[in-house]
């Protein structure tokens, strides 16, 4: 599966993971990972260890699991990018929206 949830041992953090290209195709797998039942969750975690690259939808749909959540700026955290997909954040000011790291 190209999208995977997990969540912490407390339940407090949602770790999305992200597989191969990061696109429209992915949408309804994605939609279904952060709108599952929420619990406990104080943190969302996108894991893209394994992402190749992204494109503009995605960006939409990070923008989009944002406002679902109605996440304040730095609750959502984008992790192990490579660097690619690093200079596509750059670009278009996604630190500004999400930690990423």
Do not use: W
């Not at 990061?22 to 929420?38: G, K, P, T, V």
């Not at 394994?50 to 992790?79: F, V, Y």
Request: charged share 25%; glycine share 4%; net charge negative.
């Amino acid at each position: 599966m190209a999208v995977e949830h997990t969540f912490s041992e407390n339940n407090d953090v949602l770790v999305i993971t992200i597989k191969g290209v990061f696109d429209f195709s992915m949408l309804e797998d994605f939609r279904q990972a952060y709108s599952c039942d929420m619990g406990d969750v104080r943190k969302v975690v996108i894991d893209m260890r394994d992402t190749s690259s992204i494109n503009s939808s995605a960006l939409g749909m990070l923008l989009s699991m944002q406002r679902h959540l109605d996440a304040p700026d730095g609750s959502i955290s984008i992790i192990n990018c490579n660097k690619i997909v690093r200079k596509i954040f750059e670009i278009t000011h996604f630190e500004k929206k999400f930690c990423i790291e």
